[in-house]
């Protein structure tokens, strides 16, 4: 038997070395004590593993349901912005009351100067506007009457724009 244990090893056993007499049964006593702590190391990682498992799995599910209330999310911005822009549209296409009474106030204006044409500024001046205001009324007075105004360059200043009356 000691021979066997001397053909396992690596290295080789001198005659002058002490020979160790082992039974059968001391030796697998002995494996079994160093297997023991392997054994219970490995159990120990297989649930670690089970639970790293677990965890992962969880993990999928809540990135899954995050990534749908975001899909929700972008699909509702969508819808949002699309009713906006409609809005806006509609709001550009319907010229309101107070951009209808400011436009048929230029028309009363222009009417009742003498050259018919007056500046931006002047306009401005008369309705107590700003410009954006101001261009806003413009454009419903000339979809309203489509060829019966003008814009033209203010005599004297290029920069400065004029609204002209031109004769029916």
Sequence with gaps: MIEALHSINAFPVSPSEQTISISLADLRQIINEAIQPLQARIESLEGALDSQRA???????????????????????????????????KAKRNPGKTELSRAEKIERYLAARPDHKATFETLRGHLGIDKDLLNDAIKTLMASSPGRYGIARAPGDKRKRALIMLPK
């Design 55 to 89: 965890e992962s799995a969880a993990l999928r599910a809540a990135v899954s349901s995050q990534e749908r209330e975001h899909d929700k999310l972008i699909e509702n911005q969508l819808i949002q912005l699309r009713l906006i822009h409609e809005l806006k549209e």
